[in-house]
């Protein structure tokens, strides 16, 4: 098929442009400002390439590739079941949507993943950047978790290209530093998660850092009870970010790589 003979054209592509897209949005329609040039912005550009070089290292075979392998093997769930491609490529998204949910869930929960994915709350600001600051270490484990379902499941290879981009491009829309009118972003948040909505995620006040953790669908914070509707603070003026780390020298991109070897986040009274 065209789109899985054109893979890498079709992602970078998809990827590129939504960039260059989301940049410009926030540059003419700012929310906060934080996408003006900063440090961090680049300290974020840094963990991208960095990133995208280590799962090419570290992974011989990727999330689509290990699609075509199990499902031309009819491997999985779905190749046990034979359903048509119409019913199962959608059905595979969704279940791939679950399953980040509540792996993006987990990161918050368990104490020893929690110090992989704190550094993406560790940003101060909040702009299409933000959308790939991971940790090298979170960013493989996300990667070992996709490929385990992958195996498990035998999703068509469709539905796991078209999941990767949408992630991938989610990501960027949902981190930029715009927002939608008060209307509009109510009638999307009924399916789809918005700037707003992802931008209370990143509030420094940890009730609501643990709560709207859905990358693309926001019916799993209301079916499971993590949604928050507004922000204590006003979202322009909100601070964000995590309060122990705020100097700078913890915000340097040899400091982040450390980040998950110094102590845990710790509870407060006026976290509760």
Excluded: C
Excluded at 9 to 23: D, E, H, T, V, W
Excluded at 232 to 261: C, H, Q, W, Y
């Amino acid at each position: 098929m065209f789109l899985l003979n054109n893979e890498p054209l079709f992602r970078l592509s998809a990827f590129a442009g939504m960039l260059l897209l989301m940049i410009a949005i926030q540059h003419f329609w700012p929310r906060r400002g934080d996408g003006r040039p900063a440090r961090r912005q680049a300290v974020n550009l840094a963990l991208a390439v960095l990133n995208t070089l280590i799962l090419r290292l570290a992974f011989p075979v990727l999330a689509v590739a290990l699609a075509v392998i199990v499902h031309d093997h009819q491997g999985g769930l779905f190749g046990w079941l034979a359903w048509p491609a119409w019913l199962t490529i959608p059905l595979a998204m969704l279940m791939l949507e679950l399953i980040i949910y509540w792996q993006h869930r987990l990161m918050h929960t368990l104490p020893w993943l929690w110090r992989l994915h704190r550094i993406h709350h560790t940003d101060t600001g909040f702009d299409v950047t933000t959308g790939f600051r991971f940790h090298p270490f979170e960013i493989s484990l996300s990667m070992g978790i996709k490929l385990g379902v992958i195996w498990l499941l035998g999703p068509h290879p469709i539905a796991v290209l078209l999941f990767e981009v949408l992630l991938a491009t989610g990501a960027l829309w949902t981190h930029t530093d715009t927002a939608l009118t008060r209307r509009l972003d109510r009638a999307l948040r009924w399916l789809f998660v918005t700037p707003s909505m992802h931008r209370i995620h990143h509030s420094s006040w940890q009730p609501e850092t643990d709560s709207n953790y859905g990358f693309h669908l926001s019916i799993w914070d209301r079916l499971f009870s993590s949604y928050t509707d507004t922000p204590k603070e006003n979202e322009r003026t909100m601070v964000i970010g995590l309060d122990e780390f705020r100097n700078e020298a913890d915000l340097s991109l040899r400091s982040l790589l450390a980040n998950p070897f110094r102590p845990a986040r710790q509870r407060t009274d006026e976290d509760t």
